[in-house]
């Protein structure tokens, strides 16, 4: 296991792990995967803004999306119940 933190990389055991997760360094695994992220860590408030903005946009579009495939799902059906023939009986 070890922890990174900008340059800095040790190699920890499980015992040493709080420790360095409190301290800010991320936990990773031998294949190194992340498996515990370090605590302090801040994003710029300019980023978060635009995540929240592309979420919101995000969730206009599946609601758009939405609404659309309703819509097509009665068309398809109303369609659907236009076209069926008038059944016909065998030897006719």
């Not at 995967?33 to 803004?49: C, F, S």
């Not at 592309?54 to 999306?65: F, H, P, T």
Request: charged share 40%; glycine share 8%; net charge negative.
């Amino acid at each position: 296991m070890r922890a990174t933190k900008g340059n800095k990389e040790y190699t920890i055991d499980e015992v040493q792990k709080k420790f360095y997760q409190d301290s800010g360094f991320d936990i990773l695994n031998d294949d190194g995967e992340v498996i515990a992220y370090g605590r302090g860590k801040t994003v710029p408030y300019e980023d978060h803004m635009q995540a929240v903005r592309e979420v919101e946009r995000l969730q206009k579009l599946c609601a758009n999306l939405q609404e659309e495939k309703s819509d097509l799902q009665k068309e398809l059906e109303t369609l659907k119940a236009e076209k069926k023939p008038a059944g016909k009986k065998a030897g006719e």
